[in-house]
């Protein structure tokens, strides 16, 4: 008791600095969600760009899919724009679906035992409105989007996990961003070899 007598200033200078800093965050997330718009009843002028051109997908894999794998041993929230051909000699371009923030960056890298780079895979996150998140991955960052995003992901705190692989390591990384994108903006492109896109959409106002 006596302690407290004698050390109650300090108490409540932390207790009200925690208070303050609570406030700044929330005011600074507060602010970020008013720049994004509600989003309307009917869906209408949110995505007004392709998200592929349409002769780099020949077929769709709707939702629900299984495939045990690649690790989708229950049915996907998500589906694919695939192309099933032999003509695989370019790799796909990956387009913004509309005026969007983009909030989260997934990144995944994976190397070999000397070091060596042999995957790279990029799921976004992005919110045309407040309640709907679009999600989809490319392989490949477009050249000035990537030097758009460099400074913004190195002043971000990322949270990162690494781990052993089979023959080597892997790497992922989770950015928080508030970053708009512009419809039609190159993003990147999906892999050479599998030249398909994961895509899905999520509504907060569904369950």
């Known amino acids: ?4 007598k004698k050390h109650w200033w300090k108490a409540l200078f932390v207790a009200v600095m925690a208070i303050l800093g609570i406030g700044l965050w929330s005011n600074s997330k507060n602010k970020f969600q008013l720049d994004i718009i509600r989003c309307p009843k009917d869906y209408g002028g949110l995505l007004t760009a ?3 051109k349409e002769d780099a997908y020949n077929f769709i894999v709707p939702l629900g899919n299984f495939n045990p794998g690649s690790g989708h041993i229950i049915p996907t929230d998500h589906m694919y724009m695939a192309n099933t051909t032999n003509n695989k000699s370019a790799k796909a371009e990956v387009f913004a679906a509309g005026d969007m923030w983009l909030t989260e960056l997934n990144e995944s890298k994976a190397y070999d035992e000397q070091g060596a780079l042999i995957a790279s895979e ?4 992005f919110n045309p409105c407040r309640e709907i998140t679009l999600e989809y991955v490319v392989n490949e960052l477009a050249p000035d989007f990537e030097n758009d995003l460099q400074p913004i992901l190195k002043s971000s705190k990322a949270d990162c996990q690494s781990g052993k692989k089979l023959h080597g390591l892997s790497k992922q990384c989770k950015y928080s961003l508030n970053y708009k994108v512009s419809a039609g903006q190159l993003l990147g492109w999906t892999d050479q070899n599998e030249a398909t896109l994961d895509v899905g959409a999520y509504d907060t106002r569904v369950s």
């Open 1 to 4: 008791m006596q302690f407290f």
């Open 50 to 52: 392709p998200i592929m």
């Open 122 to 125: 990029i799921n976004f996150s």
